[in-house]
T-cell receptor
C-alpha cells in the first residue's frame, strides 16, 4: 500500500515551452500533496504545499506564476513548469499525506526535467 | 524552521560491515522519518520514528526526542544499501518535511 506515482519519469523540453508533471496517490486519498525540488548531490527543498480544492501555498522564492500547481482531486496533483529555462532543469519529487491523518508521507519516484 | 543535521556526510563501507548514521534536530518534533534514496532517485520510507526504537530486518532506528537526535543502524551492509540516507522532520507549520543534507553511503564488494 501507500504508492505514489509520477508521470513522466523524465522529460526533455526546449526553452520557452511548458511541461506538466502529474503526481497520483494510487491506493489512498491524499489531503495534502507536496512538491520538492532536488539539485544534483543536494537535499530536497520544498517548493509548495497543495491541498485538494484550494490554492497551493508556495515557499519563499518560488514563483507561483512559473510553477503552477493544481490539486484537482484527492488523488491527483499537477505541477506545470511554464516558460521553462535551463535553470529549471532539476529533479522534481512529489509526496502525499494520507487523508486518514497519519503523519507519514509517501514519495513518488521523481521526474527528471532537462530544459535545452 | 527546525534545523536538521546529518552525519557523516559520506561513508564508504565494505560489504558485511555495520554502520551508524546520526540525525540531530534543533527543536522538539512530533514526526521524524528516515528515507533511503536509491541511485534512481526514488525515496524509500525506512522508518517513521518520532520516538523509541524500531527494527526492520538489518535496519533499526532509535530516536531520543528529549535529546533531539535519531540514529539509523545498518548491520551486515550489502551493496544494495548504497545510496543517500535522509532524515526529515516536520516543519514548524503544516506537514511538509525539512530534510537534512543526507549521508551518502557506498558499500563496496
Amino acid at each position: 500500500g501507500a504508492v505514489v506515482s509520477q508521470h513522466p519519469s523524465r522529460v526533455i523540453c526546449k526553452s520557452g515551452t511548458s511541461v506538466k508533471i502529474e503526481c497520483r496517490s494510487l491506493d489512498f486519498q491524499a489531503t495534502t500533496m507536496f512538491w520538492y525540488r532536488q539539485f544534483p548531490k543536494q537535499s530536497l527543498m520544498l517548493m509548495a504545499t497543495s491541498n485538494e480544492g484550494s490554492k497551493a501555498t508556495y515557499e519563499q522564492g518560488v514563483e507561483k506564476d512559473k510553477f503552477l500547481i493544481n490539486h484537482a482531486s484527492l488523488t491527483l496533483s499537477t505541477l506545470t513548469v511554464t516558460s521553462a529555462h535551463p535553470e529549471d532543469s532539476s529533479f522534481y519529487i512529489c509526496s502525499a499525506r494520507d487523508k486518514r491523518g497519519v503523519y507519514e508521507q509517501y514519495f513518488g519516484p521523481g521526474t527528471r526535467l532537462t530544459v535545452t | 524552521g527546525i534545523q536538521v543535521e546529518q552525519s557523516p556526510p559520506d561513508l564508504i563501507l565494505q560489504e558485511g560491515a555495520n554502520s551508524t548514521l546520526r540525525c540531530n534536530f534543533s527543536d522538539s518534533v512530533n514526526n521524524l522519518q528516515w528515507f533511503h534514496q536509491n541511485p534512481w532517485g526514488q525515496l524509500i520510507n525506512l522508518f517513521y520514528i518520532p520516538s523509541g526504537t524500531k527494527q526492520n530486518g538489518r535496519l533499526s532506528a532509535t530516536t531520543v526526542a528529549t535529546e533531539r537526535y535519531s540514529l539509523l543502524y545498518i548491520s551486515s551492509s550489502q551493496t544494495t544499501d548504497s545510496g543517500v540516507y535522509f532524515c526529515a522532520v516536520f516543519r514548524n507549520s503544516g506537514y511538509a518535511l525539512n530534510f537534512g543534507k543526507g549521508t551518502s553511503l557506498l558499500v563496496t564488494p
